[in-house]
Nanobody, 123 residues
Framework: DVQLQASGGGLVQAGGSLRLSCAASGFTFDEYAIGWFRQAPGKQREAVACISTSDGSTAYPYSMMGRVTISSDNAKNTVYLQMNSLEPEDTAVYYC????????????????WGQGTKVTVSS
């Protein structure tokens, strides 16, 4: 079974940084795209970043460029999301997900989802 375990969330002050991890199992890690999404209270889920674990190529929505960095460690079957200069508006539950359709930020193309990790940014 495909399993995704997101971790690393917590409470951080505005301006701070966090690194989220997504540990994956149950599929051939380097043949898929893995994405990070987030859902803030009362808002729709949105894409944050994605990575093709086969070649390391990445894609970011314009709003996230320069603020987050996605990376993968294929030896550990883990994808990371480094977030810097966090703002209260970044408060959300962050999810990682797997897509077999290649590098995409389209949420509907992600088939398997982890349980999410909560990030709270205080002002």
């Amino acid at each position: 079974d495909v399993q995704l375990q997101a971790s690393g969330g917590g409470l951080v002050q505005a301006g701070g940084s966090l690194r989220l991890s997504c540990a994956a199992s149950g599929f051939t890690f380097d043949e898929y795209a893995i994405g990070w999404f987030r859902q803030a209270p009362g808002k729709q889920r949105e894409a944050v970043a994605c990575i093709s674990t086969s070649d390391g190529s990445t894609a970011y929505p314009y709003s996230m460029m320069g603020r987050v960095t996605i990376s993968s460690d294929n030896a550990k079957n883990t994808v990371y999301l480094q977030m810097n200069s966090l703002e209260p508006e970044d408060t959300a539950v962050y999810y990682c997900a797997v897509s077999r359709y290649g590098l995409t930020t389209e949420e509907k193309l992600y088939e398997y989802w982890g349980q999410g990790t909560k990030v709270t940014v205080s002002s």
